[in-house]
């Protein structure tokens, strides 16, 4: 694999759905994980209609493209980034009884994690009131 590009998911708390880091990456290797706002169906799709996940698919497609991929722009174009909208509950009766768990976000480190700048405009953002505990504050 000579680059890997992985999106997460900030706002997920269940504890049976803890991301896989991958780490130090080969010298000829790109990696980049990358933070996003919402839970895990926000960020990787399957709400209706949910800009959040948009923020991440549009991420991945200008990954694609820089690489020389086609993608379909008109198709996608559909599918508008939106980093003010619905942030879903992922936190079910089952999934309470198993508790909470904040995700830590290591920004800069061995992971070569980042956080979207969707989720700094979403902080920024007075009707969103959006401050996530693990969130790192701008350097």
Known sequence: ????????????????????????????????????????????????????????????????????LGVDEKFLGFYRPWFGDELRNSMTWFYRLLGRQLRPISVGNTTHESVDQSVRRRQQHVAAAYQPANVPPVA
Not at 32 to 59: I, P
């Open 1 to 68: 694999i000579r680059h890997a590009y992985h999106a997460l998911a900030i706002d997920e708390q269940r504890r049976t759905f803890q991301p896989s880091l991958w780490e130090n990456p080969a010298p000829d290797q790109v990696l980049e994980q990358r933070w996003f706002a919402g839970v895990h169906t926000n960020v990787g799709g399957g709400y209706e209609h949910d800009g959040l996940a948009n923020c991440s698919l549009h991420w991945m497609k200008e990954k694609a493209v820089a690489l020389g």
